[in-house]
T-cell receptor, first 110, second 112 residues
Framework: GEDVEQSLFLSVREGDSSVINCTYT??????LYWYKQEPGAGLQLLTY?????DMKQDQRLTVLLNKKDKHLSLRIADTQTGDSAIYFC??????????FGAGTTVTVRA | DTAVSQTPKYLVTQMGNDKSIKCEQN?????MYWYKQDSKKFLKIMFS???????INETVPNRFSPKSPDKAHLNLHINSLELGDSAVYFC???????????FGDGTRLSIL
C-alpha cells in the first residue's frame, strides 16, 4: 500500500538472522502488525506492537519500532527453511482498518 | 475448531455469473472484514461490519454486496463477475477497538 512501504525481497542463509524493514506514514497509528503468508495459505498473525512501545520480543521474533522515524522492523533469529514466506507489515489507522505493505518475500537458502 | 473459516476455498466460474463466498468466525468477535489480494499479493480492505452494521466500504463496485446475518457471519455476494475480479478474497475478524485481526485461509476466485 502507498502508506506502508517494505522492500520486496530478502534472501538469507539458514541459521542467520533476517531483518525485514517497513516504513509507514500515519503518525496516528495505534498498532503495527507483522503477518506471515506461506505459499497458497492465509495470513497468520505473527506479532504486533502498540505504538507507545519501542520493542517487543517473542521467542525468535524481535519487533523494533521507531515512532519518530515511522520505522518498524522484524528480526527473525536463527532463520529456518520454514520461515520462507511473504511477510506483511500493517498499521491500524483507526479502530477498524488495516493498511498493508506490499509484502517482503523471504527466501531461506541452505 | 477453525477460528475464521471461509467457503469455498476455490471458486472457478465464468464471466457474468453471480457467486457467493461465506465466512464464519467462532471467536466471539464483533467486527468482520473482507479483503482482496491481487495477483501481486497486494492486500486491500473492501468492507467491514461491526455488530452487523456496515462501517467501511472502500469504493468497491456495487456488484459486490456484503451481508451480515449475525455478528459471527459475513458473506460476500458478487454479481456479474468480471475478469478483474480474479483474486484471493480473505475474511477476517477482530475484537473491539484495535484488536488484532485474524484471517481465514482465503477463497481463490478464478474467472474464465
Amino acid at each position: 500500500g502507498e502508506d506502508v512501504e517494505q522492500s520486496l525481497f530478502l534472501s538469507v542463509r539458514e541459521g542467520d538472522s533476517s531483518v525485514i524493514n517497513c516504513t509507514y506514514t500515519d503518525s496516528s497509528s495505534t498498532y503495527l502488525y507483522w503477518y506471515k503468508q506461506e505459499p497458497g495459505a492465509g495470513l497468520q498473525l505473527l506479532t504486533y506492537i502498540f505504538s507507545n512501545m519501542d520493542m517487543k520480543q517473542d521467542q525468535r521474533l524481535t519487533v523494533l519500532l521507531n515512532k519518530k522515524d515511522k520505522h518498524l522492523s522484524l528480526r527473525i533469529a536463527d532463520t529456518q527453511t520454514g520461515d520462507s514466506a511473504i511477510y506483511f507489515c500493517a498499521e491500524s489507522t483507526n479502530d477498524y482498518k488495516l493498511s498493508f505493505g506490499a509484502g517482503t518475500t523471504v527466501t531461506v537458502r541452505a | 475448531d477453525t477460528a475464521v473459516s471461509q467457503t469455498p476455498k476455490y471458486l472457478v466460474t465464468q464471466m457474468g455469473n453471480d457467486k457467493s463466498i461465506k465466512c464464519e468466525q467462532n471467536l466471539g468477535h464483533d467486527t468482520m472484514y473482507w479483503y482482496k489480494q491481487d495477483s501481486k499479493k497486494f492486500l486491500k480492505i473492501m468492507f467491514s461490519y461491526n455488530n452487523k452494521e456496515l462501517i467501511i466500504n472502500e469504493t468497491v463496485p456495487n456488484r459486490f454486496s456484503p451481508k451480515s446475518p449475525d455478528k459471527a457471519h459475513l458473506n460476500l455476494h458478487i454479481n456479474s463477475l468480471e475478469l478483474g475480479d480474479s483474486a484471493v478474497y480473505f475474511c477476517a475478524s477482530s475484537g473491539q477497538g484495535n484488536q488484532p485481526q485474524h484471517f481465514g485461509d482465503g477463497t481463490r476466485l478464478s474467472i474464465l
